[in-house]
């Protein structure tokens, strides 16, 4: 199965290094959003990842590393091509592990991503 990244990435001439949190699916006042629906949680973790990096002038071109947990590794990777319609237009395929967890920090959540930058 094709998911597209990295083997490896080589990060020469960087100034700035950025290691971002574990990202969810919860709004601006860290409550859960769309219980039950992988899809939206993937979507709504991405926007919250990019926002991370917004804040700290950056964008997913600067993402050299991804880590992913998942409650449902099956579900999460019907869902990959949200990261494709991130990472794809952009031609960045950073290195990633996903991983099966049995559960998150929040019950309701099904999705973490996180995120090593550099810039």
């Known amino acids: 199965m094709k998911l597209g ?3 490896a990435e080589t ?4 100034s700035r290094h950025l290691i971002c949190a574990g990202q969810t699916a919860v709004d601006a006042e860290g409550n859960p959003q769309h219980p039950g629906d992988m899809r939206g949680q993937i979507s709504l973790a991405l926007d919250n990842l990019e926002a991370v ?3 700290a002038d950056m964008g ?3 993402v050299v590393r991804l880590g992913v947990y998942a409650t449902d ?5 019907k869902n990959f091509d949200l990261l494709g319609m991130r ?3 952009i031609q960045c395929a950073p290195p990633m ?3 099966g967890v049995t559960r998150l920090a929040i019950p ?3 999705f973490e991503i996180e995120a090593t930058a550099a810039a």
Do not use: H, M
């Not at 590794?73 to 990777?77: N, Q, W």
């Open 73 to 77: 590794v099956d579900e999460a990777l």
């Open 5 to 7: 990244y990295n083997q």
């Open 11 to 14: 990060i020469e001439g960087i």
């Open 108 to 110: 309701s959540l099904l």
């Open 87 to 89: 990472f794809g237009p």
């Open 60 to 62: 997913l071109r600067n």
């Open 97 to 99: 592990t996903l991983l």
């Open 53 to 55: 990096l917004a804040k």
